[in-house]
């Protein structure tokens, strides 16, 4: 066997390792048991982290062999969606930062671009890669990223009807839909003051007084929240309502003052032209996350963001989050509805 097909397959068995290990925490819920959760993710993150090094030390050989660029692209894109996933269990600004950074890479090096041709289910994975970079870039408030995607994304699936004529896109242009109504929306916000406390409007965190004393020795902290909406025909994309989402904002610290400078939507040289990311390189730069995070900031509150849950779910959901609440710790509950059934 040649030292290319020993590199092609050790490359294969990382994949199906790593996907393996990736089903496993997929489905599992975004609360609770959060020291057994945390230690399936770093085993499923470790497993992508050894992937992703392999292919870039070993990316000529496997181009050699056939590799495609979209399937660097469903690398990187998994392991965003690790990070983005370990964010809604955590609400750590870092991880949904590290996710964002992921994403741009994938969009700016056009791992998908070169998968126009009829293969059905990569251009599933990236549809479902342009729908989960809209909702990181929502979250991270990225103005500009999300109406370049939401165009990306509208003419990708346009592209997908036209091109796939017998399959039905019918969820996928609901999809648009959605973020389009809810951009449209929101816009009403978009240029005024950030709905997170911001250090550069508000006051630092260390000024700021603790939860009212409700005892003379004890100090409540808030530390979880729970959030869902029950409006009928409400304004949301994916399982993310307009108010969950603004509720979601305020109960975040903005992760610094620098994130307000400007950053072109995709990179380009100094002659201003956009840098071609074609070739074969897979470095992603995580420098950023460092300009975005703020140790000193407190940690943001734990948030379950749920989508009409019923009466059993929700109330299994408080429960278990009342379970874990560390010891003089307070949780807030958001229910939001119309008041009629």
């Not at 965003?80 to 609400?91: A, E, P, V």
């Not at 126009?116 to 979250?139: C, D, N, P, T, W």
């Not at 992603?284 to 975005?292: E, G, H, P, R």
Request: positive net charge.
């Amino acid at each position: 066997m040649s030292q290319d097909e020993v590199v092609s397959q050790t490359f294969r068995a990382l994949i199906e390792s790593a996907d393996r290990k990736f089903a496993r925490v997929r489905d599992l819920p975004l609360y609770g048991h959060r020291s057994q959760n945390q230690h399936y993710f770093q085993k499923v993150f470790k497993a992508y982290m050894r992937l992703w090094k392999y292919q870039q030390e070993n990316r000529a050989k496997l181009v050699a062999s056939g590799l495609n660029r979209w399937e660097i692209g469903e690398i990187a894109s998994r392991i965003g969606q690790l990070y983005f996933n370990q964010y809604m269990r955590t609400s750590e600004a870092r991880f949904i930062v590290e996710a964002y950074v992921f994403y741009e890479a994938i969009l700016s090096r056009k791992y998908f671009e070169g998968a126009k041709v009829k293969q059905l289910g990569v251009r599933f994975k990236e549809l479902r890669f342009y729908a989960r970079f809209l909702l990181v870039s929502l979250i991270l408030n990225r103005t500009e990223m999300v109406k370049f995607l939401v165009d990306r994304f509208r003419d990708l699936v346009d592209d997908c009807n036209a091109n796939f004529r017998e399959t039905n896109f019918k969820e996928w242009k609901i999809v648009v839909q959605e973020i389009v109504r809810f951009t449209k929306v929101d816009t009403a916000f978009a240029y005024i003051r950030p709905l997170r406390y911001c250090a550069m409007f508000d006051s630092h965190a260390a000024s700021l007084p603790y939860v009212a004393r409700f005892h003379a020795k004890k100090v409540l902290k808030f530390t979880d929240a729970i959030l869902t909406s029950y409006h009928r025909n409400e304004v949301k994309f994916a399982e993310l309502t307009l108010d969950t989402y603004r509720m979601l904002q305020c109960l975040e610290w903005e992760p610094t003052g620098s994130f307000y400078q400007k950053r072109p939507v995709l990179p380009n040289d100094h002659s201003g032209a956009s840098i071609d990311h074609s070739g074969t390189s897979g470095v992603i730069d995580i420098n950023f996350v460092a300009d975005m995070t703020d140790p000193s900031l407190p940690p943001n509150p734990r948030k379950a963001v749920l989508y009409r849950p019923s009466a059993t779910h929700l109330l299994a959901v408080i429960a278990t989050v009342c379970e874990e609440l560390p010891p003089e710790s307070i949780m807030l509950l958001y229910l939001s509805s119309s008041g009629w059934s």
